[in-house]
């Protein structure tokens, strides 16, 4: 079992930056692949990142359209910690954001395809 819990969301004016960070506890975390995924009221939930374990130490990260050239993901095995780095954020990034994990390997794009997730964390843009 792994437990994935959020942090780092907040209010912050368009333009500026967030980092949200994802703690996993359980099983080896190196081998797990992360996602980030995000959901405004009375929509689905959206992918937003992926970090895909490639093998040994090294991971393949991908992204929504959206967010390509904004948002940067990335890991610490060490603190069994995941990121995401949030930049240029404007108005429609207001969400609640999600990690999420996976064992298995390939991009992972949708919520089916995801195991475990965290509890959400508030991200409010303010224009």
């Known amino acids: 079992q792994v437990q994935l819990v959020e942090s780092g969301g907040g209010l912050v004016q368009a333009g500026g930056s967030l980092r949200l960070s994802c703690a996993a506890s359980?099983?080896?975390?190196?081998?797990?692949?992360m996602g980030w995924f995000r959901q405004v009221p009375g929509k689905e939930r959206e992918f937003v990142a992926g970090l895909e374990w490639t093998g040994g130490n090294t991971y393949l990260a991908y992204y929504a359209d959206s967010v390509k050239g904004r948002f940067t993901s990335s890991r610490d095995n060490t603190k069994n910690t995941a990121y995401l780095q949030m930049n240029s954020l404007n108005s429609e990034d207001t969400a609640v954001y999600f990690c999420?994990?996976?064992?298995?390997?390939?991009?992972?794009?949708?919520?089916?395809?995801?195991?475990?997730w965290g509890q959400g964390t508030q991200v409010t843009v303010s224009s």
């Open positions: 999420a994990a996976v064992y298995g390997s390939g991009q992972k794009r949708r919520q089916y395809e995801y195991d475990y």
């Open positions: 359980g099983r080896t975390f190196s081998m797990l692949n």
